[in-house]
């Protein structure tokens, strides 16, 4: 079955940075786009960015461009997020999410999450 | 940036009732290119509904989506205890793939 599983979130200093790993199993991870969706505390889902299926395009929430940067790494079946300049506002459960098909589709398997946290 | 309006914010009703959520967008786009979603405390979003009206895979049928241009419903058409919940709406038809704030579905 389709599994994603989060890592890397912690406590971070405003201004630092900090990279999220996803490591997938159960699909062939090359075939499909993948996306980053946080939800700082008791808020709602925010978009955050996709990779498509072959890295040829990739795609950020105006919140965030600049600053994030996504990647994958095929042989590792494994989807990263670079964050830079973290902001406290950056605070937030980020999930990974599986995209339907290449990277223009809907979200149809999740993650569990991974909870960052940006204070001093 | 297109902008997804969900109401109503908060719905209370009783199990057995109907519920219906709205979710408008602030422009078109590629057509049916929504989805629905939804989310329990402490747990990751589930999908419902994409292409507008097409249910996901084991997806009870008293869920239906309806609704094309900017105007979008999701339908529950009797409530069960556990369908009380979050939903979201999403639009992937452009970049950024923008959700909707939200609406709660809670028990009366």
């Known amino acids: 079955q389709v599994q994603l599983v989060e890592s890397g979130g912690g406590v971070v200093q405003p201004g630092r940075s900090v990279r999220l790993s996803c490591v997938s199993s159960g699909f062939t991870f090359s075939d499909y786009g993948m996306h980053w969706v946080r939800q700082a505390p008791g808020k709602g889902l925010e978009w955050v960015a996709v990779?498509?299926?072959?890295?040829?395009?990739?795609f950020y929430g105006d919140s965030v461009k600049g600053r994030f940067t996504i990647s994958r790494d095929d042989s590792k079946n494994t989807l990263y997020l670079q964050m830079h300049s973290l902001r406290v506002e950056d605070t937030a459960v980020y999930f990974c999410?599986?995209?339907?098909?290449?990277?223009?589709?809907?979200?149809?398997?999740w993650g569990q999450g991974t909870l960052v946290t940006v204070s001093s | 940036e297109i902008v997804l309006t969900q109401s109503p914010g908060t719905l209370s009703l009783s199990p057995g009732e109907r519920a219906t959520l709205s979710c408008r967008a602030s422009q078109s786009f590629t057509s049916s290119h929504l989805a629905w979603y939804q989310q329990k405390p402490g747990q990751a979003p589930r999908l419902l509904i994409y292409?507008?009206?097409t249910r996901a895979t084991d997806i009870p049928d008293r869920f239906s989506g309806g609704g094309s241009g900017t105007d979008f419903t999701l339908t529950i058409s009797r409530l069960e205890p556990e369908d009380f919940a979050v939903y979201y709406c999403q639009q992937y038809g452009s970049s950024p793939y923008s959700f909707g704030q939200g609406s709660k579905l809670e028990i009366k």
């Open positions: 990779i498509w299926y072959d890295g040829s395009n990739k």
């Open positions: 999410a599986r995209d339907f098909r290449g990277g223009y589709y809907y979200l149809d398997y």
């Open positions: 292409g507008a009206s």
